[in-house]
């Protein structure tokens, strides 16, 4: 049995509440197929959030992001189907590329740069996939490139046009 709830409350009690729902123990009732028994066991509630998260990252990381996330593509998982669909128009997301033939072709490293004129060491992009966490890819959605300035903590004015994480 599922029970879909919204919370609110003050932070420290939320936490407090969510480990006294993960603390709950009930009687869970199963009928050995092979014996042909009742059997009876001990089952923990499960608190599982369903939440709604968004990942900022630069457009040239498209592959390393969704290739260690292991999405392959337009995933229209059945649990999902109706409500990605929903909320990728109301979120007004594009829908996940497909996987090009032959796989993501994943770096294994942030691309090399530059830090105020200075090269950048490459970052290792690790693996994002974890075995217990359900990921249902929803959609992506472009940032703006634009000009923007910036001022310096010592006054001086600079301008990049850059994408607008």
Do not use: C
């Amino acid at each position: 049995m599922h029970l879909i709830l919204l919370t609110r409350g003050i932070l420290s009690q939320m936490e407090d509440w969510k480990a006294l729902m993960r603390a709950q123990r009930f009687p869970w009732k199963r009928k050995n197929l092979k014996t042909g028994e009742e059997e009876q066991d001990v089952v923990q509630g499960a608190l599982r959030p369903i939440q709604i998260w968004e990942y900022v990252f630069p457009e040239e990381s498209l592959n390393d992001v969704l290739g260690n996330l292991q999405i392959e593509g337009p995933i229209e998982r059945p649990e999902i189907k109706s409500i990605s669909w929903a909320l990728r128009k109301m979120l007004k997301l594009k829908q996940i590329p497909k996987m090009p033939e032959g796989g993501y072709k994943v770096s294994g490293y942030t691309p090399l740069g530059t830090i105020n004129g200075k090269p950048m060491a490459p970052i290792p992009a690790n693996n994002m996939y974890m075995q217990g966490v359900a990921v249902y890819p929803i959609g992506i959605k472009e940032d703006i490139t634009k000009d923007y300035k910036f001022k310096l903590e010592n006054g001086e004015e600079v301008e990049y046009n850059q994408e607008g994480l």
